[in-house]
């Protein structure tokens, strides 16, 4: 059998192949109103589309833990019932066509309060009725465009420890089966983890032990909430792509073997985000080798992602061991069924829709 359909078992769920869609914004939910923040048609039937094409998970895009957490005023959230309401109607979708549907739970920190991005996405300014302020691990703004951020009190901190895992709970009520926890792409925790953005001299700053003290307590008040026997994810900039001053590939090796001992399962390992103006050496699978490195040096299962493309190439990841799994974020967007037809050329098996049957 190909390794690509493959299921794969974490705590008690099986995910019935390894192809699996990354969290992947929209920017398309209402910006207020009673149903802020909350998935509508659009996200239905965007999800919907995967779902029927064979994806093993979906990782719902970043839903915010707070109306400031979101990047946009038109991403999703995950702070009330309104929403928890709305996320259920599309997981009860994703759950009948085989498809194990999860969730990532994001605060947006100092790049939060920005415009579309098919708009160019620059901070909106302080005239405009949806804009509002920032905040972070130190006020130092993501570059000259954005605001200074707001550096958050200890106090601060852990109430929006207390949001994640209050997020954590509505999404259990939501229906979904796998939780992920953002800490990547310059992102609030990632904010507090990269000494770049973290200046700090309180328990929260300085040394690593303190700048992973936000992320850890995150996890494990989440982790509290969430189900022993359902999985628990983290996704993280495994490298920032800068020569010094940053978070690096050995900080990430030391912090994933840290975040296994605190109840994560699987480690989603991107890169890059929190400094501006950096060159990234992109290219097929430019990412892979962050995953397979923490996939050699511990024992926290990985998911592999950045230019993920044709079958061949996915396979081949699995098969050498780089990785658990591999997300494919770009690719279905362009090919909702790219699963079914990996698996018609690799010879694996995968559902497809009774409506479809015309089309095995």
Same mark, same amino acid.
């Given at each position: 059998?190909?390794?690509?359909?493959?299921?794969?078992?974490?705590?008690?769920?099986?995910?019935?192949?390894?192809?699996?869609?990354?969290?992947?914004?929209?920017?398309?939910?209402?910006?207020?109103?009673?149903?802020?923040?909350?998935?509508?048609?659009?996200?239905?039937?965007?999800?919907?589309?995967?779902a029927a094409g064979g994806t093993g998970l979906i990782v719902v895009e970043a839903?915010?833990?707070?109306?400031?957490?979101?990047?946009?005023?038109?991403?999703?959230?995950?702070?009330?019932?309104?929403?928890?309401?709305?996320?259920?109607?599309?997981?009860?979708?994703?759950?009948?066509?085989?498809?194990? &549907?999860?969730?990532?739970?994001?605060?947006?920190?100092?790049?939060?309060?920005?415009?579309? &991005?098919?708009?160019?996405?620059?901070?909106?300014?302080?005239?405009?009725?949806?804009?509002?302020?920032?905040?972070?691990?130190?006020?130092? &703004?993501?570059?000259?465009e954005h605001v200074v951020p707001t550096e958050l009190t200890v106090g601060q901190?852990?109430?929006?420890?207390?949001?994640?895992?209050?997020?954590?709970? #509505?999404?259990?009520?939501?229906?979904?089966?796998?939780?992920?926890?953002?800490?990547?792409?310059?992102?609030?925790?990632?904010?507090?983890?990269?000494?770049?953005?973290?200046? #700090?001299?309180?328990?929260?700053?300085?040394?690593?032990?303190?700048?992973?003290?936000?992320?850890?307590?995150?996890?494990?008040?989440?982790?509290?909430?969430?189900?022993?026997?359902? &999985?628990?994810?983290?996704?993280?900039?495994?490298?920032?792509?800068?020569?010094?001053?940053?978070?690096?590939?050995?900080?990430?090796?030391?912090?994933?073997?840290?975040?296994?001992?605190?109840?994560?399962?699987?480690?989603?390992?991107?890169?890059?985000?929190?400094?501006?103006?950096? #060159?990234?050496?992109?290219?097929?699978?430019?990412?892979?080798?962050?995953?397979?490195?923490?996939?050699?040096?511990?024992?926290?299962?990985?998911?592999?992602?950045?230019?993920?493309?044709?079958?061949?190439?996915?396979?081949?990841?699995?098969?050498?061991?780089?990785?658990?799994?591999?997300?494919?974020?770009?690719?279905?967007?362009?090919?909702?069924?790219?699963?079914?037809?990996?698996? #018609?050329?690799?010879g694996g098996e995968v559902h497809v829709p009774d409506q479809y049957h015309r089309?095995?």
């Open positions: 059998m190909s390794a690509l359909f493959e299921p794969y078992r974490l705590r008690d769920l099986t995910i019935p192949n390894r192809v699996w869609m990354p969290p992947m914004c929209q920017y398309s939910a209402a910006p207020e109103g009673p149903e802020t923040g909350a998935p509508n048609d659009w996200h239905f039937a965007h999800y919907a589309a995967r839903s915010a833990v707070s109306p400031e957490g979101r990047i946009t005023p038109y991403d999703l959230g995950i702070w009330n019932d309104t929403q928890v309401e709305a996320f259920r109607r599309i997981n009860r979708f994703l759950v009948s066509q085989g498809t194990v &549907p999860a969730i990532q739970l994001a605060h947006a920190g100092r790049k939060a309060s920005t415009g579309l &991005p098919w708009k160019g996405g620059a901070p909106l300014g302080p005239d405009d009725a949806y804009a509002w302020q920032p905040v972070g691990a130190s006020p130092v &703004p993501f570059n000259e901190i852990r109430d929006i420890v207390g949001q994640f895992a209050d997020a954590a709970r #509505r999404a259990l009520d939501a229906g979904f089966e796998v939780v992920e926890i953002h800490g990547a792409h310059g992102y609030l925790i990632n904010g507090f983890l990269s000494p770049h953005s973290n200046h #700090r001299t309180d328990s929260y700053g300085g040394s690593y032990e303190n700048r992973v003290r936000f992320a850890l307590e995150v996890v494990d008040a989440v982790r509290e909430v969430w189900p022993e026997d359902k &999985p628990l994810f983290f996704r993280v900039s495994a490298t920032e792509w800068l020569e010094e001053g940053g978070w690096s590939a050995d900080d990430t090796v030391r912090f994933a073997a840290e975040l296994h001992a605190h109840g994560v399962d699987l480690l989603d390992v991107s890169t890059g985000g929190n400094a501006s103006g950096v #060159r990234i050496p992109t290219g097929p699978g430019y990412q892979v080798p962050f995953a397979a490195r923490v996939k050699a040096e511990t024992s926290l299962p990985v998911a592999a992602v950045g230019m993920i493309t044709d079958a061949e190439q996915a396979e081949k990841i699995l098969a050498n061991g780089e990785a658990d799994a591999v997300l494919l974020g770009r690719e279905l967007l362009r090919n909702p069924s790219w699963a079914r037809h990996a698996a #018609r050329e690799l089309s095995v």
